[in-house]
């Protein structure tokens, strides 16, 4: 009796996330990208991901938003100067809003201690590296998460066994 208890006990504390369907079944997904333009993400728009929240975030973004800022600059220091203030007097919410994403993207992967790109980050816990599409990187996450769950259940029938 007291290993059947064992096993009442590890599917009231398991059992929730044991016997759930796929991870975006029990509750909405969160996923971070972390990319380059490098490395073109696909995916985002799939079916498969309704409901889950997706962040892109082009961690070179802000490399890109230099580049153009001092593209084609005169050679003369003074004139570069006032070319480059002139284009960043003419800066809109429109063209800033990518630099400010890639520089919270950046800072999000600092947090995470993301190494290489592309990273994308499922409910801040579990990272798929050097995978570009999104359907993938969630079936790899799927899977993981199934691997994880019965490793557990397993875990809790075997100690369940040693009691009895």
């Known amino acids: 009796?007291?290993?059947?208890?064992?096993?009442?006990l590890g599917l009231a504390l398991f059992g929730p996330s044991l016997l759930s369907g796929p991870v975006q079944a029990a509750q909405p997904l969160n996923i971070e990208v972390f990319t380059t333009a490098e490395f073109p993400i696909s995916g985002e728009d799939d079916?498969?991901?309704?409901?889950?929240?997706?962040?892109?975030?082009?961690?070179?973004g802000l490399e890109q938003f230099e580049s153009a800022l001092s593209q084609d600059l005169p050679a003369d220091a003074e004139a570069a100067k006032a070319e480059a203030l002139r284009r960043i007097g003419e800066l809109n919410d429109a063209r800033v809003a990518p630099a400010k994403k890639s520089a919270l993207g950046l800072a999000k992967a600092s947090q995470y201690g993301l190494d290489r790109y592309p990273a994308i980050v499922f409910d801040s816990t579990a990272v798929v590296y050097g995978v570009t599409d999104l359907v993938d990187?969630?079936?790899?996450?799927?899977?993981?998460?199934?691997?994880?769950?019965?490793?557990?259940?397993?875990?809790?029938?075997?100690?369940?066994?040693?009691?009895s």
């Open 47 to 60: 079916r498969r991901l309704d409901g889950a929240t997706v962040a892109i975030y082009v961690v070179d």
């Open 137 to 163: 990187a969630v079936a790899r996450y799927d899977g993981w998460r199934v691997a994880q769950s019965r490793c557990c259940l397993l875990y809790t029938s075997d100690a369940a066994d040693e009691m």
């Open 1 to 8: 009796m007291l290993a059947l208890s064992h096993v009442f």
